[in-house]
C-alpha cells in the first residue's frame, strides 16, 4: 500500500520506516528541511535502537522516501497518517498541528476525485478526529465524508524500545467512521499478526488514554505508599511491593512456574513518570473530564503524587546530610527513561532544578540527552558541568544519583563508593552491593 506519514517525529518517523519494513511504499512528510533532508541520506534525527539500520535499509529497497511536500505524496497514497505534535497546553491538548494536517489535506482533497482516508496517530482526546478533524477536512475540502475516509489508529510504542514495540505490537487498533477505511486499515496491518480492535474512533481515542491513565495510577500509587514506608521506617517498600506482586492476581501461577508479567516493573518505586505522554495524557484526560462537569478525583492525585514525588530526592538528601551548597553531586541519568534522547517532563529536571536551588556543585551525565537537556533547562545549564565519562565523576562526587534506570549504572557497584552518598532513585542497584556508602533510595527509611 501506498502510505503518506505526516509529521516525522518519534512516532511519525518510527512508523513509517517500520510500515515499509513490513512492504509497504512510504513517504515521511515533516515542516523540517534540516530533518527530511538528513532522512533521505539514512541519518534519523532522533535516537531510537535499530533505527538508524531500518532507515537505511528501507531507502535502499526504495519503499521510504521523505519529503516536505505534502500534496505531491498525497497523489498516490491510499492513506495519510497523521503523527503530528499535540503538546500540552494549559493542561489540555493543542491541536494546532493537527488542525493544520487536515486544511492541508482537505485542501488537495478539493482539487482532485481521488479517495483517500485520513488516520490519526496522533494522540487526541477523545471525539476530536469526528468532530475537529472531519471538520477541518470537509471545510477546506468542499466534501463531506465518505467521499474521504477517516481512522483514529492510536499509537502505544515506548520510546526507547519503539522499533520492537511497532514491529511487535500487543495490540492494534483500527478505529474508523467509514468501511472503505476498516478495509485499508485491515490491508495496512495485514502484516502484523496480533490482536486487532476494530472500533469506531472515539473508542479509539479512549483506549490510548485510559491506557495511559491506568498505568500512571499504578506508579503513583506504588510511590504513594513507597512515601508513606519511609515515614513509618524500618519498612523497606521494594520488600513490600514484592510482597504485593505474588499475589497470584499479578504474577499467575502456572504449570510452568509464576509467571512475571511487564506489568511488576509499574510496582517498582521511583521518582514518578515522565516523557511526552503520561503527565501529558493524564492532563488531557482530566481536563476533557472537567470540562464535561466531572470531578476526575482519581486522575488528580495520580498527578499531585507525580509532581512531587522528584522533590524527595533533595528533601531526603537534605534530611540525611543537612544544607548541599557546595556538596559535589553527581547526576547520571538526564532523560525520563534509558536509552532515549527525549528529556520532556523528565524527573531529572526537576531534580537537578532542587539541587541548583540548594546550591549543590552539579555535575550530570547521559550518553543520550544531554543536548536536549541543556536546551529544557535554558541558562541554568551554565551552572552545571556535563561530563563524558561518568566513571571518573563518580571519583570526583560526595553525592551519586542514579535518576534513569540505565543498566550501565549498575556498575556503580564494582566502583569505589567508600564514604559516598548514594541516591538510588530507581532502585537498580542492591544496597548491599554498595555496603561502603551510604545508601538513600525511595521508600527506605531504616535508621
Ligand atoms: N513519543 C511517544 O512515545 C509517543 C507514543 C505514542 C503516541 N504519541 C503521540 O504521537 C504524536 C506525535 O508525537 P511525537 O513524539 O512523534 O512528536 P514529535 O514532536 O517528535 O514529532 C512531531 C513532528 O511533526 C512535525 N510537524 C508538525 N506540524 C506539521 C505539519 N503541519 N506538517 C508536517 N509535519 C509537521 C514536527 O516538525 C515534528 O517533527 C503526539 O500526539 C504524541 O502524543 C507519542
Known sequence: MRITVVGSGYVGLVSGVCLAAKGHDVTCVDLRKDV?????????????????????????????RATTDLHASLKTAEIALIAVGTPSENGAIDLSAVRQCARQIGAYLATTPHHLSVVVK?????????????????????????????????????????IEDFMEPDRVVLGHEDERTLVRLEELYAPWNCDKLRVNTRTAEMIK?????????????????ANLCTAVGSVDALDVMRGVSLDKRWSPITPLGRLAPQILTYLVPGCGFGGSCFPKDV??????????GLPMNMLNAVLDVNAAQPGQIVATLER????????????????????????????????????LRAEADVRCY??????????????????????SDWRREVEWAEIIIIATRTQDYGELTSLAVDGKTVFDARRLISPADVASADYLTIGRRLN
Open 36 to 64: 527530511i533532508a538528513q532522512l533521505n541520506v539514512g541519518i534519523p534525527h532522533i535516537h531510537e535502537h535499530g533505527l538508524s539500520e531500518l532507515l537505511k535499509s528501507v531507502l535502499a529497497s526504495a519503499r521510504f
Open 122 to 162: 496522533s494522540t487526541v482526546i477523545p471525539g476530536t478526529t469526528d468532530t475537529i478533524v472531519r471538520e477541518e477536512l470537509e471545510h477546506s475540502s468542499g466534501k463531506r465524508l465518505r467521499a474521504f475516509g477517516l481512522g483514529m489508529n492510536p499509537e502505544f510504542l515506548r520510546e526507547g524500545e519503539a
Open 209 to 225: 488514554y485510559a491506557n495511559n491513565a491506568i498505568l500512571a495510577t499504578q506508579i503513583s500509587i506504588v510511590n504513594e505508599v
Open 283 to 292: 492532563q488531557a484526560l482530566r481536563t476533557q473530564g472537567e470540562s464535561l
Open 320 to 355: 540525611k546530610l543537612g544544607a548541599l551548597a557546595g556538596r559535589r553531586t553527581l547526576v547520571l541519568g538526564l532523560s525520563f527513561k534509558p536509552n532515549t534522547d527525549d528529556v520532556r517532563e523528565s524527573a531529572s529536571i526537576k531534580i537537578v532544578r532542587d539541587l
Open 366 to 387: 547521559d550518553p543520550l540527552a544531554t543536548e536536549n537537556f541543556k536546551l529544557a533547562i535554558g541558562t541554568a545549564a551554565d551552572r552545571i558541568h556535563f561530563s
